[in-house]
């Protein structure tokens, strides 16, 4: 594989600290990336405790293998967290103390121009995160048509220009690369606000490529079924469309946000919000992980018969 370009871990103490309520206890990291988080996790748990890191690309997986090292606390599984379910043993189910998600792309992938993620570099359009991804770029950008692809931009994206952009985009086809994609972009949008517009566009193509939305409701909805009660959920988001999921899933169990009320009228939830504030990283974190500045981490904990 190309050498793994190195990605700092966000939030790295408020993020471990907030998960681990016991240190003989079965954890994930959902989002293994280089291993940054796993390695921190490792380090505080016990010689009985144990870490499945999972993650859809590969060489995520080996390199924080080797990141990690031989630890036999450590359980890698390759596939996509929104099957969380079918890739933890079924002897784990209910019995895991902490869900870790870290969300999005690592710096690898977005710095690696054979992933095609970026418009600051040029190459293929692809932005699969893992090879089991159905869609790759290319298709979204050259075959859907208008209508799919001036909603993704303005759902996905939350790109005003939306209708603009997506029929700059099939006047152009076919368009090859990440390069050329931005280069269309750039020709229809406002200059003073063309580096923003160009991220939304390649965002929400992104998000449509690798299902996120779909894949972290999914994880949130399994999380119910694989964790313990008092088993934590910590989400580190880095745009509001996530924020939204995992913060009205955190209050309510569900995606509205609504908490459901029994026969007496009394509120009830599978799972509620640890900390009331929203986590974000200090100026000095930002100062060093620029990356860092859009992260947003929220916890939670799964009720007492809060089965889904
Ligand atoms: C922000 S990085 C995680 C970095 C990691 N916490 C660290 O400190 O090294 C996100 C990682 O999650 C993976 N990922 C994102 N969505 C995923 C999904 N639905 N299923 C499995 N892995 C996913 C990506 O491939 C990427 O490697």
């Given at each position: 594989?190309t050498s793994?370009?190195?990605?700092?871990?966000?939030?790295?103490?408020?993020?471990?600290?907030?998960?681990?309520t016991?240190k003989?206890?079965f954890?994930?990291?959902?989002?293994?990336?280089?291993?940054?988080?796993?390695?921190?996790?490792?380090?505080?748990l016990?010689e009985n405790?144990r870490l499945?890191?999972?993650d859809?690309d590969d060489?995520?997986l080996?390199?924080a293998?080797?990141?990690i090292?031989d630890?036999?606390?450590?359980i890698?599984?390759?596939?996509n967290?929104?099957?969380l379910?079918?890739?933890?043993?079924?002897?784990?189910?209910?019995q895991?103390?902490?869900?870790?998600?870290?969300?999005?792309?690592?710096?690898?992938?977005?710095?690696?121009?054979?992933?095609?993620?970026?418009?600051q570099e040029?190459?293929?359009l692809?932005?699969?995160?893992?090879?089991?991804?159905?869609?790759?770029?290319?298709?979204?950008?050259?075959?859907?048509?208008?209508?799919?692809?001036?909603?993704?931009?303005?759902?996905?994206?939350e790109?005003?220009?939306s209708?603009?952009?997506?029929?700059?985009?099939i006047?152009?086809?076919?368009?090859?690369?990440?390069?050329e994609?931005?280069?269309?972009?750039s020709s229809?949008?406002?200059k003073?606000?063309?580096v923003?517009s160009l991220a939304r566009?390649f965002?929400g193509?992104?998000?449509?490529?690798?299902?996120?939305?779909?894949?972290?409701?999914?994880?949130m909805e399994?999380?119910l079924?694989?964790?313990?009660?008092?088993?934590?959920?910590?989400?580190?988001?880095?745009?509001?469309l996530?924020?939204?999921?995992?913060?009205?899933?955190?209050?309510?169990g569900?995606?509205?946000?609504?908490?459901?009320?029994d026969?007496y009228g009394?509120p009830?939830?599978?799972?509620?919000?640890?900390?009331?504030?929203?986590?974000?990283?200090?100026?000095?974190?930002?100062s060093v992980?620029?990356?860092?500045r859009?992260?947003?981490?929220?916890v939670a904990?799964?009720?007492?018969?809060?089965?889904s």
């Amino acid at each position: 594989m190309t050498s793994y370009i190195e990605h700092i871990p966000v939030l790295l103490q408020e993020s471990v600290e907030a998960l681990i309520t016991d240190k003989e206890g079965f954890y994930v990291d959902g989002t293994l990336g280089g291993g940054g988080h796993s390695k921190e996790i490792l380090k505080h748990l016990g010689e009985n405790g144990r870490l499945y890191g999972i993650d859809q690309d590969d060489e995520a997986l080996e390199a924080a293998s080797a990141n990690i090292g031989d630890d036999p606390r450590f359980i890698p599984i390759k596939g996509n967290f929104g099957y969380l379910t079918t890739l933890l043993p079924p002897q784990t189910h209910g019995q895991i103390a902490g869900i870790l998600l870290d969300l999005g792309v690592s710096t690898h992938q977005i710095k690696e121009p054979e992933r095609g993620f970026s418009f600051q570099e040029d190459g293929p359009l692809d932005m699969r995160m893992g090879n089991l991804s159905g869609v790759s770029a290319y298709q979204v950008v050259n075959e859907y048509d208008y209508e799919k692809l001036r909603d993704i931009i303005f759902h996905y994206g939350e790109e005003k220009q939306s209708r603009k952009i997506a029929r700059e985009i099939i006047e152009a086809r076919p368009i090859e690369t990440t390069g050329e994609l931005r280069d269309v972009v750039s020709s229809v949008v406002n200059k003073r606000f063309e580096v923003k517009s160009l991220a939304r566009v390649f965002q929400g193509i992104r998000i449509e490529v690798n299902r996120e939305l779909e894949m972290l409701e999914n994880v949130m909805e399994h999380s119910l079924e694989v964790l313990k009660p008092g088993g934590r959920i910590v989400a580190i988001s880095y745009h509001s469309l996530e924020d939204r999921i995992a913060k009205r899933f955190f209050k309510a169990g569900n995606f509205k946000g609504k908490i459901e009320k029994d026969f007496y009228g009394n509120p009830i939830s599978p799972i509620k919000p640890v900390n009331k504030q929203v986590i974000t990283p200090t100026k000095e974190e930002v100062s060093v992980n620029p990356a860092s500045r859009s992260a947003k981490l929220r916890v939670a904990e799964k009720v007492e018969g809060g089965e889904s």
